[in-house]
């Protein structure tokens, strides 16, 4: 009995300080509460889209949907804080920039094209160059000048959507609906699930292959840990800080091609509103610690669509748009608080508390 004991506590220890557990829990309590509240939250149906094609619609593929650009902007804001020990809070800016820049190349000057005859790999290629650079101006800032992460992004925030609207003079470019830009946003004709799911794989699939098989990740938790260390076993701290801006510009690119080919223009001041406050949620909510170091990559990517599940949960409950963000707040802070180390260890010693008695009751049976 003792050695069984022995194995459960050490089960439940290794549970209780897994960067999952709290993910998990939330996502848990979450499916919990729809199923009491609601069990029509989880019904999927095959309908139609305007041209006859197939597509599925029902609230979770509504999450896995919306959910994506902020999974794959969770992917870039996990490796800057793990770095960095900071936060950029110039993600949705940068969106908006990088989505100007596309719908200036596909509309060649004219912001009401009948036909749309740049390919559209090239505006995507110009959005990445341009969140590139602004990422590496944020590297800049940070890793160079050693300017505090949100301070440093605060200036792109600012900034940024006024940036965006400059591109294309303050007007609105419409990309018509026959150009099949909005497939990048929608759905792939014949194929019912949504295509930002699909873009959403690719990167995780492409960051975890990066991740297992080069140093990358082993280096930003170098820098992030002990930065002197780093430096004195050869690292460049410097240029891997910048670097993890860089990547996470290349992710804010692709979440700019989701968003603005959604619906095939842009609000420079609409666009991804908030979203940073999402994303930078979402690595705290996988358990990360946003002084930077040690992280995980997984726990992140579930942290977003858990943030994306309540999102949807409050909207189906009709919830007010302007008081969304209290709802959020309230229910974040206690997940982030449950993941606090402290909090976990205090947990564990109760739980060996309730299950000492239990163990004296065996001892006199014997």
Same mark, same amino acid.
């Not at 590139?132 to 992460?149: E, I, R, S, T």
């Not at 294309?168 to 792939?188: D, H, M, Q, R, Y």
């Given at each position: 009995?003792?050695?069984?004991?022995?194995?459960?506590?050490?089960?439940?220890?290794?549970?209780?300080?897994?960067?999952?557990?709290?993910?998990?829990?939330?996502?848990?309590?979450?499916?919990?509460?729809?199923?009491?509240?609601?069990?029509?939250?989880?019904?999927?149906?095959?309908?139609?889209? +305007?041209?006859?094609?197939?597509?599925?619609?029902?609230?979770?593929? %509504?999450?896995?949907?919306?959910?994506?650009?902020?999974?794959?902007?969770?992917?870039?804001?996990?490796?800057?804080?793990?770095?960095?020990?900071?936060?950029?809070?110039?993600?949705?800016?940068?969106?908006?920039?990088?989505?100007?820049?596309?719908?200036?190349?596909?509309?060649?000057?004219?912001?009401?094209?009948?036909?749309?005859?740049?390919?559209?790999?090239?505006?995507?290629?110009?959005?990445?160059?341009?969140?590139?650079?602004?990422?590496?101006?944020?590297?800049?800032?940070?890793?160079?000048?050693?300017?505090?992460?949100?301070?440093?992004?605060?200036?792109?925030?600012?900034?940024?959507? +006024?940036?965006?609207?400059?591109?294309?003079?303050?007007?609105?470019?419409?990309?018509?609906?026959?150009?099949?830009?909005?497939?990048?946003?929608?759905?792939?004709?014949?194929?019912?699930?949504?295509?930002?799911?699909?873009?959403?794989?690719?990167?995780?699939?492409?960051?975890?292959?990066?991740?297992?098989?080069?140093?990358?990740?082993?280096?930003?938790?170098?820098?992030?840990?002990?930065?002197?260390?780093?430096?004195?076993?050869?690292?460049?701290?410097?240029?891997?800080?910048?670097?993890?801006?860089?990547?996470?510009?290349?992710?804010?690119?692709?979440?700019?091609?989701?968003?603005?080919?959604?619906? +095939?223009?842009?609000?420079?001041?609409?666009?991804?509103?908030?979203?940073?406050?999402?994303?930078?949620?979402?690595?705290?909510?996988?358990?990360?610690?946003?002084?930077?170091?040690?992280?995980?990559?997984?726990?992140?990517?579930?942290?977003?669509?858990?943030?994306?599940?309540?999102?949807?949960?409050?909207?189906?409950?009709?919830?007010?748009?302007?008081?969304?963000?209290?709802?959020?707040?309230?229910?974040?802070?206690?997940?982030?608080?449950? +993941?606090?180390?402290?909090?976990?260890?205090?947990?564990?010693?109760?739980?060996?508390?309730?299950? %000492?008695?239990?163990?004296?009751?065996?001892?006199?049976?014997?």
């Amino acid at each position: 009995m003792t050695i069984e004991k022995n194995q459960d506590d050490n089960v439940l220890k290794r549970l209780l300080h897994s960067q999952m557990i709290i993910p998990i829990a939330a996502l848990l309590a979450l499916v919990v509460f729809n199923l009491i509240a609601d069990p029509l939250f989880f019904a999927i149906s095959m309908g139609q889209d +305007s041209s006859g094609n197939p597509v599925l619609s029902g609230q979770l593929v %509504s999450i896995l949907n919306n959910g994506s650009e902020l999974a794959i902007l969770a992917i870039g804001m996990t490796l800057v804080t793990a770095a960095t020990g900071g936060q950029d809070i110039s993600v949705g800016a940068t969106i908006a920039v990088a989505g100007s820049a596309m719908l200036a190349v596909l509309c060649g000057g004219n912001m009401r094209p009948e036909v749309v005859t740049t390919p559209f790999i090239l505006a995507f290629l110009v959005g990445v160059l341009v969140a590139m650079l602004c990422g590496a101006f944020n590297g800049v800032m940070v890793a160079v000048f050693k300017v505090q992460p949100m301070v440093a992004t605060l200036i792109l925030y600012t900034a940024g959507r +006024s940036i965006a609207a400059w591109i294309n003079n303050n007007a609105l470019p419409i990309i018509p609906t026959e150009s099949g830009f909005g497939v990048f946003g929608g759905f792939i004709p014949g194929i019912p699930i949504p295509t930002p799911v699909f873009i959403a794989i690719a990167c995780i699939v492409v960051i975890f292959l990066v991740l297992k098989f080069t140093s990358l990740g082993l280096y930003v938790q170098s820098v992030g840990i002990n930065e002197r260390a780093a430096r004195l076993n050869g690292l460049n701290p410097t240029f891997i800080k910048w670097l993890t801006f860089v990547i996470l510009g290349v992710c804010v690119a692709v979440a700019a091609l989701i968003k603005v080919s959604r619906i +095939s223009t842009i609000n420079y001041q609409t666009i991804a509103a908030d979203i940073e406050m999402d994303a930078i949620l979402a690595v705290a909510l996988g358990g990360n610690a946003l002084s930077g170091g040690k992280f995980n990559m997984g726990s992140s990517i579930l942290g977003a669509y858990v943030i994306q599940f309540l999102t949807t949960t409050l909207y189906k409950f009709n919830v007010a748009s302007a008081a969304l963000p209290a709802y959020k707040a309230v229910v974040v802070i206690a997940l982030v608080v449950l +993941s606090a180390p402290i909090v976990r260890n205090k947990l564990s010693a109760l739980w060996k508390k309730i299950r %000492s008695p239990k163990q004296a009751e065996v001892e006199v049976a014997k």
